[in-house]
């Protein structure tokens, strides 16, 4: 089956596009990276380097340090489609970015959107 062209697209391109539709509902970026770190474990540094490295979004989500299990508490429709009942696991895990930066942009509560987890973890001390 071939992989759909969204698959081929850098996060770089797509990064900003979610900061500006959470911005232009008057939500942050930090808003914007704490759901892309819940979701797959990037930090800041790993999110701006897969930026500036424009790695596809294939490999941003292939090299994810840590895909969070409870993504699979992620539901509703994005795209008119039901994020639960995509069957390619890369087109799902896209979705789930997508779902979660609609929520962000919406005013969904932080709590909410990360499944009940809370937030980012904070970094180790030393």
Known sequence: MPRHRLS???FATIYPLYVAKVERKSHSQAEV??????LTGYDAAGIEQAIAAEVDLETFFAQAPRF???ASLITGLI??????EI???L???IR???KLVDEV?????MTSILRGGGGVDPAPTE
């Open 68 to 70: 969070n299990p409870n």
């Open 91 to 93: 087109m799902q895990r």
């Open 105 to 109: 942009a919406r005013g969904k509560k």
């Open 87 to 89: 069957e390619d696991p």
């Open 79 to 84: 795209c008119g489609y039901r994020v639960e």
């Open 96 to 98: 789930y970015l997508d």
């Open 8 to 10: 081929a697209t850098s």
């Open 33 to 38: 990276d704490e759901v892309i770190t819940w």
